[in-house]
């Protein structure tokens, strides 16, 4: 699998709000990632913007009027419903979220999405006042109740002055949404799947600690793609990346707490996945205050540390494990002995000595190593790419 929205067809309804300039960087955002991007503008939209501006980013006709085309096809906008992957609205003011709950088909927007069969998702975006008013509250909840999905608005300033819910979320959470609206329906569905990232944080006392090189981009990125594939995932984190919108996560900083955290998550689970590099030894005891450096002749200090246990082996039997080994030297021998000592499904072993994979750069190289013995080493991927692939084996190997 590729990028979740790889040469999917998304039309983008734009209706007339301030922040209409937003939908502009999204579209930009989408087209980016591969995707076949329609935009259909309301007349009020284009009182803030022109259909230019998205032409110029799509290189795709824009539907400005309903009964006007500068293609060839008359029916333009039944094509469009019937083939989009997704209609995402954003932003969309109180009159198209009205005409959308009461079945209005009177542009070309509400006449989409009359006519479509596919996934809608709605951005919001209006005064305070307005998206509290009663009957604007009546219709997203008609509109949630008929399937449709909602992201935002955020709180914040309003283009009125007041200081409340209404503003359009920002382009890169609204693009999160479509990825996990687009996943609903993938072959994760049903599945119950924990990720571990992140380095995690031994304490020696109030301001020092003991941790890794770990930055959590490749459990989170494995954790996205469970997402985008229609999985319900737990994130248990010791990054402090920001949350990825549409998983659970768990922020630890110790191995007692990740130990705590992962096996409550495995209640029910189908599989854990274990991204993090878990600190193996911690300090035996933690100063109560900062330690002092030593004065005068006395210069070394040393710390006494204790085995923290390995918790694979206590994961509920039902759940698939899931491991990761990153060395720095005999690879493939290292990473067997932790995948039959941890009592593990397979394992991505991770030669981190390249300066394009392992920790905190975007891509990785890792082998898949099984418990029959079978042993498929993959090229340099996208960390998201490499999180795919543990997925697809996960599935084979659940089979
Ligand atoms: O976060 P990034 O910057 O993207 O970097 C990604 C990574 C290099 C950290 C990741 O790809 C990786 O290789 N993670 C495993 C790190 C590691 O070597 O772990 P380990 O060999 O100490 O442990 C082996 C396995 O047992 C791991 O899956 C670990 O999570 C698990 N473990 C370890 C100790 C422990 N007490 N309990 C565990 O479950």
């Not at 913007?49 to 110029?56: C, G, Y």
């Not at 189908?270 to 004065?295: F, T």
């Not at 920790?359 to 993959?378: H, M, P, Q, S, Y």
């Amino acid at each position: 699998m590729t990028e979740p929205l790889e040469n999917k067809k998304i039309v983008l309804g734009v209706s007339g709000s301030i922040s209409c300039y937003k939908s502009i960087d999204l579209a930009s955002r989408l087209v980016k990632a591969g995707a076949l991007v329609d935009v259909v503008l309301s007349d009020a939209a284009q009182e803030f913007i022109t259909p230019l501006a998205f032409q110029s980013i799509t290189h795709r006709n824009v539907i400005s009027n309903l009964f006007e085309y500068s293609s060839e096809n008359p029916l333009e906008h039944i094509t469009l419903a019937r083939e989009a992957d997704v209609i995402v609205l954003a932003p969309a003011t109180a009159n198209s979220i009205a005409k959308l709950a009461n079945g209005f088909a009177d542009n070309a927007i509400s006449a989409i999405c009359m006519a479509t069969t596919a996934p809608i998702l709605i951005a919001p975006a209006m005064d305070g006042n307005m998206y509290h008013n009663k009957a604007v509250q009546k219709n997203i909840d008609l509109l949630i109740e008929h399937g449709v999905h909602f992201v935002g608005p955020n709180a914040g300033r309003l283009a009125s002055g007041l200081i409340g819910l209404g503003r359009l979320v920002e382009p890169e959470i609204i693009t999160e949404h479509i990825k996990i609206v687009l996943g609903l329906t993938g072959d994760l569905k049903g599945m119950q799947i924990v990720v571990s990232a992140g380095g995690t944080q031994e304490a020696i006392d109030p301001v020092r600690v003991i941790t890794n090189r770990s930055s959590g981009k490749m459990g989170y990125a494995i954790a996205e793609a469970a997402r985008d594939r229609g999985g319900e995932v737990t994130l248990v984190t010791a990054s402090s990346l920001p949350e990825p919108p549409g998983i659970k996560c768990l922020h630890v900083m110790s191995v007692a707490e990740m130990r705590e955290a992962v096996l409550d998550s495995c209640n029910g689970a189908d599989a854990l996945i274990m991204a993090a590099a878990v600190s193996d030894y911690r300090p035996a005891e933690i100063a109560n205050q900062k330690i002092k450096k030593k004065k005068g002749e006395e210069n070394n200090i040393s710390l006494d540390l204790v085995k923290n246990d390995d918790f694979f082996l206590e994961v509920p039997s039902g759940v698939m494990r899931i491991g990761f080994a990153a060395e720095t030297e005999d690879l493939l021998s290292n990473a067997e002995i932790k995948l039959n000592s941890k009592g593990l499904s397979f394992i991505a072993a991770n030669d981190v000595t390249q300066p394009d994979s392992g920790f905190n750069v975007d891509t990785n190289r890792v082998t898949l190593i099984d418990n029959n013995g079978k042993v498929e080493a993959l090229p340099l991927l996208s960390k998201y790419e490499v999180g795919n692939s543990i997925l697809d084996k996960m599935l084979q190997m659940s089979k």
